[in-house]
């Protein structure tokens, strides 16, 4: 399994432009989870999915944020419009179910963007 | 609302010098605890985990931690810290149920030198 894919690996952005980070889960995984790390607030837990079904968004910034996922392949991380204090790692992760237990997590290589 | 509190921000050690590494959480229910490794520029990754069974648990690389119950800590362990143990450690809970979702605690990085 190739694990968690994220796109791209780099961004390099304007301020004011829209930037959507994409991201493919283990095959199987049924949990998708967006985080993001910075120096400052180091990681923290944007938006995460349950079987395609946003759970918990409450770690969304504001409105300029938005997450989707449209089936169990596929996720976006969208930010309209961009601010240089977005600038930061942003990583995907997914999870699968095992008998009643929350297995780990498995995380993607990370997109890191940077908003001038 | 669930938290993890990893007492030590940054630790710097000397190659051979044992580690360990302190993780409190406050949930009272059934919990799943993980250990998380991040090292320079890369993502994170699984040391060991638990979910029931022997409270002391083996991971990758020689780590090992401690579930004690009654005093809600999941403590990680080294005997012997190398140099390519430099990195930052995360310590993460996962409460047993339905929602599940995971709480980091902020991260301790460990230097090792030479």
């Known amino acids: 399994d190739a694990g968690v894919i994220q796109s791209p690996r780099h961004e390099v952005t304007e301020m004011g432009q829209e930037v959507t980070l994409r991201c493919k889960p283990i095959?199987?995984?049924?949990?998708l989870f967006w985080y993001r790390q910075t120096m400052m607030r180091g990681l923290e837990l944007l938006i995460y999915?349950?079987?395609?079904?946003?759970?918990?968004d409450s770690g969304m910034p504001e409105d300029r944020f938005s997450a989707k996922m449209p089936n169990a392949s596929f996720s976006t991380l969208k930010i309209q419009p961009s601010e240089p204090r977005d600038s930061a790692v942003y990583f995907c992760?997914?999870?699968?179910?095992?008998?009643?237990?929350?297995?780990?997590?498995?995380f993607g290589p990370g997109t890191r963007l940077t908003v001038l | 609302a669930q938290s993890v509190s990893q007492h030590n921000h940054h630790v710097i050690l000397s190659e051979a010098a044992s580690l360990e590494l302190g993780c409190n959480y406050s949930?009272?229910?059934?919990?799943?605890l993980f250990w998380y490794v991040q090292y320079p520029g890369q993502h994170l990754q699984l040391l060991l985990k638990?979910?029931?069974?022997?409270?002391l648990v083996k991971g990758i690389k020689g780590f090992e931690a401690e579930f004690i119950k009654s005093k809600f800590s999941f403590n990680l362990r080294k005997p012997s810290v190398q140099w390519s143990d430099t990195a930052e450690y995360f310590c993460?809970?996962?409460?047993?149920?339905?929602?599940?979702?995971?709480?980091f605690g902020d991260g301790t990085t460990l230097t090792v030198k030479p």
């Open positions: 992760a997914s999870r699968g179910l095992g008998a009643g237990n929350y297995n780990e997590q498995f």
């Open positions: 095959s199987g995984h049924n949990s």
């Open positions: 999915f349950n079987n395609n079904v946003p759970i918990d």
């Open positions: 949930y009272g229910g059934t919990v799943n």
């Open positions: 638990y979910f029931s069974g022997d409270p």
């Open positions: 993460a809970v996962t409460r047993n149920t339905n929602a599940g979702k995971s709480t």
